[in-house]
């Protein structure tokens, strides 16, 4: 139990910036999964319109601190890899 004011106020805002962290790993999560089925199922135009959106997506939550830049860029890299080799 925070015994100070600003303890207080810190466990309001760690509360609130918690979620709002989940939300954007939810966002991170999701777009990893949507370009994995665009690339099992081999769509080469989707994953063209898609893919310009998932890496901003990636560099947005990495940027955010929530995922590590090394780590969003590798997602990138292998994914981009896939990719290649589909074509």
């Not at 015994?3 to 991170?28: D, E, F, G």
């Not at 590590?68 to 860029?73: I, L, M, R, T």
Request: glycine content about 2%; proline content about 2%; hydrophobic content about 35%.
């Amino acid at each position: 139990m925070p015994n100070t004011i600003s303890a207080i106020r810190k466990t309001k805002r760690i509360k609130k910036q918690s979620i709002v962290n989940k939300l954007r790993r939810n966002r991170y999560r999701t777009a990893i999964k949507k370009l994995n089925k665009l690339i099992d199922k081999k769509d080469s135009q989707g994953i063209k319109k898609f893919f310009p959106t998932f890496q901003s997506e990636l560099m947005k939550v990495a940027k955010t601190g929530v995922v590590k830049k090394e780590n969003a860029s590798r997602k990138i890299a292998r994914l981009s890899k896939k990719i290649k080799k589909i074509k």
